[in-house]
């Protein structure tokens, strides 16, 4: 036994002392009983302080357990891992009677596949493991934790050492500290014959126009071979390389220039004839050029100009796109200060592509404008999309504004093919999601109906009050799948049948069919007819582009409602609630009107007045955002907001000559736009921050440095660095001095994608100026490496007293220092503390008759023997002498004394004779007449 701190033991001396003191001046205490309590006293302290001093039990250990890591990365290949694996099954099927084994598998992440036990074979192994990336060092760690008590330790690690996340040297270090020696066999030892890789391609992060640059791209060969490097630029190709690589790590410069401004991005491709993996063949840079503000629209009609024209005239550099031509990467929004959004349907937009405007805006800076239409806002279908949380106008209307009261039946297919899974998610539960964006979007005075439609039709949720939206929304939920097709006329009739029922203003019904399985269409426009004399309004929603398209255009044109073909089911909730919110007549204000304008907007800087318009969409102010043009209903008609790093701005009515047709002619028309397009755009710095990143082993390095413009260092507490994430996330980064106006750091950067890194500096305006870079990560950095790492492999073998392997055999030797289980004994010790307190007290508080206590208990624990015929001889022997005495001292004769014989043969005593005839009374008369005497006397 040993103790963890001896120290306490010490305790013992001050309490001997104070036990000795303490005895010589207690009184009024029996002298066992004094004895008993100050010994329990010095026992129970004597307990707490050994415990205090941290005992432990030490067992040598007894056989051996060794655990294996396999590395299952990519980067090694097949034929390694038959290896590796034939390497651990035959360690395995030699371990001893006492030892055990365990394996540990690696990539990305770590996982045990056989935990440490008696398994005298691998096996085959089952856990599934990310092999995109190597991480030895969550591997060591989890072997360190997977030991069990009472066997020798060992680790064995099977890999080529090209680890890409992760400190091995550090875990290594731990292992060491405790004792665990670290073994390697290296993997990888066969170089793969012309195998090159793009290691990276480097760019200055900002540049001035036309002002003259260098592509540096790294590329690693195993061989000397000849190749070609494919330059891109945005996309588009503009050079080709011939190279000719050299054994090892080599660089080529390509120089360039580049006179547009904005955010761009190079791409180099390798190729060449001899090499075997082409995944690592692609390296990514950007380069941002500044210069005046760079403006991209997007609208559904490319040939309308009238807000392009103004942008124009104004000196802004503006790209126009249409539908389709949304960004869908990151990186490519990066080009533009602002991006403007004209009267253009959010059916246009991926889900994906709008997280990327939201993340452009809210991440870095870029500028963000909707101007509105009937293809905008409320009308356009953006309720409940991540551009709705961008604008600085609230788009759910109905819930404070008085609209006419509406009755909506929506009726989904339910047929087989609503099973089908997109993005993951079944069709059917993208129909459920879209009526459940639809409640939420109408008032509590309005009533919804949802039904599924194929054999028959199932009322999920009845035609209802929506006074308690999370009851029907928790009833759409169960929407579930039929059978067969879906059948409209039975669908029409029925729908007629429930909303000749509803007594409301505006009674609407939303058909969602398949457009390659409608059947059943003989009647159904005849209904919708009927029905839209009766003013109930049809719209059709087509799943896809098929056969029945036409009917169901038919349909609605007939019903008085629209359609609209879905050709994702992911954007179903935006087209039903835009149709729901343009039938229920609560999306667009017509009628002229004069906007009311409020002071001391920097938009409306030098405009005094502005004309009529004709018409606007509906929407509601948000708590924080400026307004500086109202309707004259008080609806917002120009807001403004700031959205994490950017600027944002809603102008509800349009810039066309459909409702402001006043507009275009107006002297000021090109000013208001112009001003409204430099107030959102993004801020450049003033060269205050020069801002470098780089990637190195999954960490992103961001260096900031911060100096005036006569090179005094500044500092940089009030920057604020963003990062945009490839999966539309963001993050922001804490900077930390490392030398005056030297600021760095870091965050983790293992996902695949672009990394967009922002860094915002307050203005004087109390605005943001930032400044953007990032990097790429075009291929996981497993496929990067060619060769196995041996000095790393070899450094944890030295640091922990392992060695390389080369025998199967080896990794069972017995360790250096085989250790000792140990247990700590102070819980016990502490058990028998609590169970000694109550006696402590008990005898110092209660003076009980210990000794009688004690013999009472003795006798009674003391083993029985049986009386004998000795005993009972005994006692009526001594009845006779107490009978003679009393007969002697009454003056009378002496009674004949009875004499018992024994029988030794036989164990039971033979019975006593009875008395004579002349004896004066039986025993027990005698005795009661000398009682009776004695008495009298």
Not at 28 to 35: D, E, I, L, P, T
Not at 729 to 743: D, M, N, T, W
Request: hydrophobic letters at 40%; charged letters at 25%; a positive charge.
């Amino acid at each position: 036994m040993r103790f963890t701190n001896p120290a306490y033991l010490l305790l013992f001396l001050p309490l001997i002392v104070g036990l000795v003191y303490s005895f010589r001046h207690v009184h009024g205490m029996a002298k066992a009983r004094k004895r008993l309590a100050f010994g329990a006293r010095f026992l129970l302290a004597g307990l707490l302080i050994t415990a205090l001093a941290g005992p432990e039990a030490r067992r040598p250990n007894e056989g051996l357990c060794t655990i294996f890591l396999l590395d299952r990365s990519d980067s090694v290949a097949d034929a390694d891992n038959k290896r590796a694996k034939e390497f651990i099954d035959q360690a395995m099927r030699s371990l001893g009677p006492n030892d055990m084994a365990g394996v540990v598998t690696f990539g990305k992440n770590a996982m045990v596949d056989a935990a440490p036990g008696g398994r005298r074979e691998l096996g085959q192994v089952l856990s599934e493991v990310d092999g995109s990336a190597s991480d030895l060092a969550a591997a060591i760690r989890l072997a360190t934790a997977s030991f069990p008590d009472g066997k020798s330790r060992r680790i064995v690690v099977l890999s080529d050492g090209n680890e890409t996340a992760g400190d091995a040297s550090e875990a290594a270090q731990v292992a060491a500290t405790d004792g665990i020696p670290i073994d390697h066999v290296p993997l990888g030892l066969e170089e793969r014959r012309g195998e090159a890789s793009v290691v990276s391609l480097e760019a200055p992060d900002e540049i001035r126009a036309s002002q003259p640059f260098d592509l540096r791209v790294l590329v690693d060969s195993t061989v000397e071979q000849i190749g070609s490097l494919d330059i891109d630029r945005n996309g588009v190709l503009i050079k080709k390389v011939p190279i000719r690589l050299n054994p090892g790590r080599n660089a080529i410069v390509i120089p360039d220039t580049l006179k547009d401004t904005g955010f761009h991005r190079y791409r180099a491709t390798l190729r060449t004839q001899n090499d075997r993996d082409n995944r690592n063949n692609v390296g990514l840079g950007f380069v941002a050029v500044r210069g005046k503000p760079r403006i991209l629209v997007l609208q559904q009609k490319p040939s309308e100009t009238s807000l392009l024209s103004a942008l124009r005239k104004s000196g802004l550099d503006v790209e126009l796109g249409g539908p389709g031509s949304a960004p869908t990467k990151p990186e490519e929004l990066q080009a533009y200060d602002a991006v403007f959004l004209n009267d253009i349907n959010a059916d246009t937009f991926r889900v994906a592509q709008m997280k990327i405007i939201q993340a452009a805006v809210r991440d870095s800076g870029v500028g963000f404008a909707m101007v509105g239409g009937e293809n905008s806002f409320l009308p356009g279908g953006y309720y409940g999309t991540p551009i709705a949380e961008v604008l600085p106008v609230d788009l759910n209307i109905r819930q404070r504004k008085t609209f006419p009261s509406t009755s909506i039946l929506i009726m989904a297919d339910a047929s087989g093919s609503m099973g089908m899974v997109e993005d993951g998610v079944m069709k059917i539960r993208l129909a459920a999601n879209a009526a459940e964006e639809t409640v939420k979007l109408l008032s509590p005075m309005d009533r919804v109906g949802v039904a599924g439609s194929s054999d028959g039709i199932e009322f999920v949720a009845p035609m209802q009050k929506l006074t308690d939206k999370a009851a029907v929304i928790a009833q759409i939920r169960k929407l579930g799948l039929g059978g067969g097709g879906i059948y409209v006329r039975p669908s029409m009739a029925r729908a007629e049948q429930e909303l000749n029922k509803e007594k409301t203003q505006v009674r609407h019904f939303i058909l969602l069919a398949d457009g390659n399985d409608a059947d059943s269409h003989e009647g159904s426009v005849e209904i919708a007819l009927r029905m839209r004399v009766n003013k109930i309004t049809t719209s059709v929603v087509s799943i896809g582009d098929g056969k029945d398209v036409g009917f169901l255009k038919t349909l609605a044109a007939a019903g008085g409602g629209r359609f609209y073909l879905a050709k994702k089911a992911s954007q179903l909730p935006a087209i039903f609630t835009q149709d729901a919110a343009i039938m229920s007549r609560s999306a667009i204000e017509e009628g002229a009107f004069l906007p009311k304008m409020v002071m001391g907007e920097e938009i409306l800087r030098g405009i005094d007045g502005v004309p009529p318009l004709l018409a606007y969409c509906l929407t509601d102010t948000r708590p924080l955002s400026r307004v500086g043009m109202r309707t004259h209903k008080d609806d917002p008609l120009l807001a403004t907001w700031q959205y994490g790093l950017g600027t944002s701005l809603a102008f509800t009515s349009d810039a066309q000559a459909r409702w402001a047709s006043r507009w275009i002619g107006w002297p000021g028309f090109d000013a208001f736009w112009s001003q409204a397009a430099r107030s959102v755009s993004r801020r450049a710095t003033l060269n205050d921050y020069q801002v470098a990143v780089r990637n190195e082993g999954g960490k992103g390095q961001v260096e900031v440095k911060a100096f005036d413009r006569l090179g005094n260092p500044m500092t940089a507490t009030n920057a604020k660095v963003r990062i945009a994430t490839p999966d539309g996330g963001s993050r922001e980064v804490g900077l930390a001095q490392q030398a005056p106006g030297v600021y760095t750091g870091s965050f983790e950067s293992t996902a695949l994608g672009s990394y967009i890194v922002t860094v915002a500096e307050p203005d004087p305006q109390g605005g943001q100026r930032v400044t953007a870079s990032g990097f790429s990560i075009p291929y996981p950095p497993e496929y990067r490496t060619t060769r196995a790492n041996r000095p790393l492999l070899q450094r944890l073998s030295s640091v922990t007293g392992g060695a390389e392997l080369a025998k199967p055999l080896d990794a069972l030797r017995p360790v250096p220092n085989p250790g000792a289980s140990i247990t700590e004994l102070w819980p016990l010790l502490v058990f028998l503390a609590a169970l000694l307190l109550p006696v402590d007290v008990g005898v110092r508080r209660l003076a009980l008759p210990l000794g009688e206590i004690l013999a009472k208990l003795w006798a009674r624990l003391r083993p029985q023997r049986a009386p004998t015929v000795a005993t009972q001889v005994e006692v009526v022997g001594r009845l006779q002498q107490a009978k003679r005495r009393a007969s002697t001292e009454a003056g009378g004769e002496p009674a004949t004394p009875v004499v018992v014989e024994r029988t030794p043969e036989r164990p039971a005593p033979a019975p006593a004779p009875r008395p004579t005839a002349g004896a004066t009374g039986s025993t027990a008369k005698g005795l009661l007449d000398a009682k009776k005497k004695r008495r009298e006397d």
